[in-house]
């Protein structure tokens, strides 16, 4: 097991046991820490964490999301989190990101006019664009496709 640690970390059968279903902020009794869910799905639960920062965990988190992200920090300028902390195992795993300040896409879609959405639009393909660009690190150049840690593509 990767344990790396920059931060205080919660313990992730604590979140669980202390679940309060319906409802899409969570309070640990005991720490009084308040959490939002922002997603659940496919065996990951990504949570906003104290306001502070997110934490993303569960059965499909994967060593290669960190080594993803470092890659993609490395090599362009396309904005996202920050790791701070990371506890992968073989069966699960848990990342603690920073915040990116700012109100969700999809909670103001519906009120963009469609020139604004096409740039929105516009700009996510630019950001994709610079992804595509991103040179095969040397160490993985034997590989016709792998994951960003050397892995095997999980989707072929």
């Given at each position: 097991?990767?344990?790396?640690?920059?931060?205080?970390?919660?313990?992730w059968?604590?979140?669980?046991?202390?679940?309060?279903?319906?409802?899409?902020?969570?309070?640990?009794?005991?720490r009084?820490?308040?959490?939002?869910?922002?997603?659940?799905?496919?065996?990951?639960?990504?949570?906003?964490?104290?306001?502070?920062?997110?934490?993303?965990?569960?059965t499909?988190?994967?060593?290669?999301?960190?080594?993803?992200?470092?890659?993609?920090?490395?090599?362009?300028?396309?904005?996202?989190?920050?790791?701070?902390?990371?506890?992968?195992?073989?069966?699960?795993?848990?990342?603690?990101?920073?915040?990116?300040?700012?109100?969700?896409?999809?909670?103001?879609?519906?009120?963009?006019?469609?020139?604004?959405?096409?740039?929105?639009?516009?700009?996510?393909?630019?950001?994709?664009?610079?992804?595509?660009?991103?040179?095969?690190?040397?160490?993985?150049?034997?590989?016709?496709?792998?994951?960003?840690?050397?892995?095997?593509?999980l989707?072929?």
């Amino acid at each position: 097991m990767t344990f790396h640690l920059h931060m205080k970390i919660s313990m992730w059968a604590r979140l669980i046991s202390n679940w309060i279903k319906h409802s899409s902020e969570l309070r640990l009794m005991r720490r009084k820490d308040v959490m939002t869910v922002l997603s659940k799905q496919g065996g990951r639960l990504v949570l906003e964490r104290d306001y502070s920062y997110v934490s993303k965990g569960g059965t499909a988190v994967r060593r290669f999301e960190i080594e993803a992200m470092k890659l993609v920090a490395k090599r362009t300028s396309v904005p996202l989190p920050e790791v701070i902390y990371s506890l992968i195992s073989d069966r699960s795993g848990e990342i603690g990101m920073t915040t990116i300040p700012g109100t969700t896409l999809e909670s103001l879609w519906d009120k963009l006019n469609r020139e604004t959405k096409k740039s929105i639009c516009h700009e996510t393909w630019d950001q994709i664009a610079k992804l595509r660009e991103i040179p095969q690190p040397p160490a993985l150049r034997q590989f016709f496709q792998c994951l960003a840690d050397g892995s095997p593509t999980l989707d072929l």
